[in-house]
């Protein structure tokens, strides 16, 4: 199924992508998506599904808008 | 006593009289500095009932016991009075290099009063005080003005500057100084143009008190290489502020077309990836290694710095998605004195007056030219538009009739800062107990209500958050006087300010002893509203009404149906009032008065409104 990845901010440059589509199995979760996303594990991250927010071990589905974020903090 | 000076300095436009005044280490231990200092001097010496561009007002500069010493990042200064947006109390910080040359000069705070009989630039050298003319500059933007004190004086000094719109009592006018960027949202540069104050240049030659000047030194560089190093590392200023334009897009969080809309499909282009291709250069404010300031060419090949806040409400919030006209529009509101959020909100509630026929003319949503001239009314206040928008949303609304009060984005009379709440209540809470008005530097909670908790809650979770960040930003950074961002943004411990403080002053603090200080600030400008308006009650700490309003729900996207609930909002607030030790009407109680040591102020209080 076709996922589509949306870095913000710092993010893009790390993973040398801004937003794209990545290919991942039927039934894959969060966890799965994200290890094909070179960011570092340490940083704190947001991440919502179709604008919503994800919990862990969530299930994706074919057309879903991942959106992976540093923890903004408002300014 | 160490870690202060000790000494702040009175000066009277009037009179043309300078006086130094000294303080005492129960006064600095209670009040710290900063907003501590400023809100204790306003409610010690403002008569209630005074008109904030009258000569009664007084303005004020309060710098903290780590302001102006090199760490990470102390080059900002508090600039307060009572508000001319809100009638309440109010304040701004600003980068500035005020902030290390009025501490040099001896002094941790300027009181300015009354009104001089010209444009005056205040000079304050040391000891040495001069009141000078400044005619020549009077009627200029900040921009000339800045470079015309830099010729006279060289760039190594401290400025404070105000443009057309301070001169012209534009509600919502800031102080500017180009060593930064801008503060005092809550009209601080009309309360100097209403004193006929153009500008204040500080120089000064002491050495800042501090009770370890070696360990200050060397924690201070230390810290400055690492704060510089994190921010490498993590990237965070390729985009500095403006990252959160995307990802406020994409959880339908941007304020588009006033606020009425969550998110844009053209949002992307004035997101931070398009800001940083177009950088052309980065500026900091002092003693700061983690430069948040990117400019670009705007549309009249002029260098415009940008953020967040001004891009979100300038841009898509006037359904103006082009950066090079957004720069212009900032450009211009910098180079008056506007508040670049206020102002981006004044036109966008203006805009949807006219959209619903309850105001005069024709701008619209996207007029960028259009919106050009209307800042060039505003900062005159030339005409009847331009005189009704001067006013700012709320005075504005209540000109125009026809329900537009209900779509006119603020709270307490101060606009609304970049963040769409229709349906986020944490956030909601956080602009409508703001102690200044809709500012989103007292708590920012969106990131926390997504990720730690569920977005449609209302429990008392999100009201213990919005204290935790008031107590932080609102309170510590506020009144030891320094910029939050290396916490806020990179993550940097805590613990550094009490040690900060520590080398400073000598004093063994911790972050619980700071709390107290945060919370006793926070109850007296509560106190300083009630004496102001002494029927409040807990309706001015709603947000405005179109966030509430079914009719107005996103039709699509994450928050499709979805607006905020008044009777749970109530709730959530109730929950604030008690965490806080407030009254059902939003006041301290006596308990709490007492517990914060301000019996004395409490009885002050009583004179005026009964205390639970």
Same mark, same amino acid.
């Given at each position: 199924?076709k996922?589509?990845?949306?870095?913000?901010?710092?993010?893009?440059?790390?993973?040398?992508?801004?937003?794209k589509?990545?290919n991942?199995?039927?039934?894959?979760?969060?966890?799965?998506?994200?290890?094909l996303?070179k960011?570092?594990?340490?940083?704190?991250?947001?991440?919502?599904?179709?604008?919503?927010?994800?919990?862990?071990?969530?299930?994706?589905?074919?057309?879903d808008?991942?959106?992976?974020?540093?923890?903004?903090?408002?300014? | 006593?160490?870690g202060? @000076?000790?000494?702040?300095? =009175?000066?009277?436009l009037?009179?043309?009289?300078?006086?130094t #005044?000294?303080?005492?280490?129960?006064?600095?231990?209670?009040?710290?500095g900063?907003?501590?200092? *400023?809100?204790?001097?306003l409610?010690?010496?403002l008569k209630?009932?005074?008109?904030?561009?009258?000569?009664?007002?007084?303005?004020?500069?309060?710098?903290?016991?780590?302001a102006?010493i +090199?760490?990470?990042? @102390?080059?900002?200064?508090?600039?307060?009075?009572?508000?001319?947006?809100?009638?309440?109390y109010? $304040?701004?910080? !600003?980068?500035?290099?005020?902030?290390?040359?009025l &501490?040099r000069?001896?002094?941790?705070?300027l009181?300015?009063?009354?009104?001089? $009989?010209?444009? @005056?630039?205040?000079?304050?050298?040391?000891?040495?005080?001069?009141?000078? +003319?400044?005619?020549?500059?009077?009627?200029?933007?900040?921009?000339?003005?800045?470079?015309?004190?830099?010729?006279?004086? /060289?760039?190594?000094?401290?400025?404070?500057?105000?443009?057309?719109?301070?001169?012209?009592?534009?509600?919502?006018?800031?102080?500017?100084?180009?060593?930064?960027r801008?503060?005092? &949202?809550?009209?601080?540069?009309?309360?100097?143009?209403?004193?006929?104050?153009?500008?204040?240049?500080?120089?000064?030659?002491?050495?800042?008190?501090q009770?370890?000047?070696?360990?200050?030194?060397?924690?201070?560089?230390?810290?400055?290489?690492?704060?510089?190093?994190?921010?490498? #590392?993590?990237?965070?200023?390729i985009?500095?502020? @403006?990252?959160v334009?995307?990802?406020?897009?994409?959880?339908?969080?941007?304020?588009?077309?006033?606020? =009425?809309?969550t998110?844009?499909?053209?949002?992307?282009?004035?997101d931070?990836?398009r800001l940083?291709?177009?950088?052309?250069?980065?500026?900091?404010?002092?003693?700061c290694t983690?430069?948040? /300031?990117?400019t670009?060419h705007?549309?009249?090949?002029?260098?415009?710095?940008?953020?967040?806040?001004?891009?979100g409400?300038?841009?898509?919030?006037?359904?103006?998605?082009?950066?090079?006209?957004?720069?212009?529009?900032?450009? !211009?509101? $910098?180079?008056?004195?506007?508040?670049?959020?206020?102002?981006?909100c004044?036109?966008?509630?203006?805009?949807?007056?006219?959209?619903?026929?309850?105001?005069?003319?024709?701008?619209r949503?996207?007029? *960028?030219?259009?919106?050009?001239?209307?800042?060039?009314?505003?900062?005159?206040?030339?005409?009847?538009?331009?005189?009704?928008?001067?006013?700012?949303c709320?005075r504005?609304?209540?000109?125009?009739?026809?329900?537009?009060? $209900?779509?006119?984005?603020?709270?307490?009379?101060?606009?609304?800062? *970049?963040?769409?709440?229709?349906?986020?209540?944490?956030?909601?809470?956080?602009?409508?107990?703001? +102690?200044?008005g809709?500012?989103?530097?007292?708590?920012?909670?969106?990131t926390?209500?997504?990720k730690?908790?569920?977005?449609?809650?209302?429990?008392?979770?999100?009201?213990r958050?919005v204290?935790?960040?008031?107590?932080?930003?609102?309170?510590?950074?506020?009144?030891?006087?320094?910029?939050r961002?290396?916490?806020? #943004?990179?993550?940097?411990?805590?613990?550094?300010?009490?040690?900060?403080?520590?080398?400073?002053?000598?004093?063994?603090?911790?972050?619980?002893?700071?709390?107290?200080v945060?919370?006793?600030?926070?109850? !007296?400008?509560?106190?300083?509203?009630?004496?102001?308006?002494?029927?409040t009650? %807990?309706?001015?700490?709603?947000?405005?009404?179109v966030?509430?309003?079914?009719?107005?729900?996103?039709?699509?996207?994450?928050?499709?149906?979805?607006v905020?609930?008044?009777?749970?909002?109530?709730?959530?607030?109730?929950?604030?009032?008690?965490?806080?030790?407030?009254?059902? %009407?939003?006041?301290?109680?006596?308990?709490?008065?007492?517990?914060?040591?301000?019996?004395?102020?409490?009885?002050?209080?009583?004179?005026?409104?009964?205390?639970?």
């Open positions: 199924m996922i589509t990845v949306k870095l913000i901010g710092p993010f893009i440059y790390a993973a040398a992508f801004s937003e589509e990545i991942i199995p039927e039934g894959s979760t969060i966890e799965s998506l994200l290890s996303v960011l570092a594990e340490s940083r704190p991250k947001v991440i919502t599904r179709n604008g919503k927010a994800i919990a862990p071990g969530e299930t994706l589905e074919d057309g808008r991942v959106v992976i974020s540093p923890l903004y903090s408002g300014g | 006593m160490l202060w @000076t000790g000494h702040m300095l =009175r000066v009277n009037s009179s043309r009289a300078a006086e #005044e000294t303080y005492g280490e129960e006064f600095a231990k209670k009040w710290v900063g907003r501590g200092f *400023a809100a204790k001097i409610w010690d010496e209630p009932g005074i008109d904030p561009l009258g000569p009664e007002n007084k303005f004020i500069v309060a710098l903290g016991p780590i102006g +090199p760490a990470p990042n @102390t080059g900002k200064a508090v600039v307060a009075g009572k508000s001319p947006s809100t009638g309440g109010g $304040d701004g910080n !600003l980068g500035t290099r005020v902030a290390e040359q &501490r000069a001896g002094y941790d705070a009181i300015v009063e009354g009104k001089a $009989d010209r444009p @005056t630039l205040l000079y304050i050298e040391d000891d040495r005080v001069e009141f000078l +003319p400044a005619d020549e500059v009077w009627g200029k933007g900040t921009y000339e003005t800045n470079d015309w004190i830099y010729a006279k004086y /060289g760039k190594s000094v401290g400025v404070l500057n105000i443009g057309q719109a301070g001169e012209n009592l534009v509600r919502y006018a800031v102080v500017r100084s180009l060593e930064g801008a503060g005092g &949202r809550t009209g601080m540069g009309a309360v100097m143009g209403s004193k006929l104050l153009k500008a204040i240049v500080v120089k000064g030659t002491k050495a800042i008190p009770a370890d000047p070696a360990g200050m030194k060397k924690a201070g560089y230390d810290d400055l290489r690492r704060v510089h190093q994190i921010d490498k #590392e993590t990237g965070w200023s985009q500095s502020t @403006t990252g334009l995307a990802w406020c897009n994409e959880v339908a969080a941007l304020p588009v077309r006033n606020f =009425r809309k998110h844009h499909p053209d949002a992307w282009k004035c931070g990836e940083n291709n177009a950088r052309i250069a980065t500026y900091g404010c002092p003693n983690m430069r948040c /300031g990117i670009i705007d549309d009249e090949g002029r260098e415009s710095e940008l953020d967040y806040e001004n891009i409400l300038l841009g898509p919030n006037l359904e103006i998605f082009d950066l090079p006209e957004i720069g212009s529009l900032n450009y !211009l509101c $910098d180079d008056y004195g506007i508040d670049t959020m206020s102002g981006g004044v036109l966008s509630f203006y805009a949807d007056a006219v959209d619903h026929g309850a105001a005069p003319g024709d701008f949503f996207g007029d *960028a030219a259009a919106a050009k001239v209307l800042f060039a009314k505003i900062a005159r206040r030339e005409g009847e538009i331009g005189n009704i928008l001067a006013e700012g709320l504005a609304a209540r000109t125009f009739g026809h329900g537009s009060e $209900d779509y006119a984005m603020q709270v307490k009379g101060l606009e609304v800062a *970049a963040y769409n709440c229709k349906f986020i209540p944490g956030m909601a809470l956080a602009f409508g107990v703001s +102690p200044i809709a500012h989103h530097k007292e708590s920012w909670v969106i926390f209500e997504l730690q908790t569920s977005r449609d809650s209302y429990g008392p979770e999100k009201a958050k204290i935790d960040l008031q107590r932080i930003r609102g309170g510590l950074f506020e009144y030891i006087v320094s910029c961002f290396p916490w806020i #943004e990179l993550g940097w411990d805590l613990e550094n300010y009490p040690k900060y403080f520590k080398l400073a002053s000598g004093l063994d603090w911790t972050l619980d002893d700071f709390w107290t945060s919370d006793r600030i926070y109850s !007296l400008i509560k106190l300083f509203w009630l004496r102001e308006y002494p029927r009650n %807990r309706r001015v700490d709603y947000p405005p009404a966030w509430f309003d079914p009719a107005n729900a996103d039709t699509e996207g994450p928050i499709a149906g979805k905020l609930d008044y009777d749970k909002y109530d709730g959530l607030l109730q929950h604030y009032y008690d965490l806080r030790g407030y009254d059902r %009407r939003g006041i301290p109680t006596k308990a709490t008065l007492e517990r914060l040591g301000l019996a004395e102020e409490g009885k002050e209080a009583e004179a005026h409104s009964f205390l639970a």
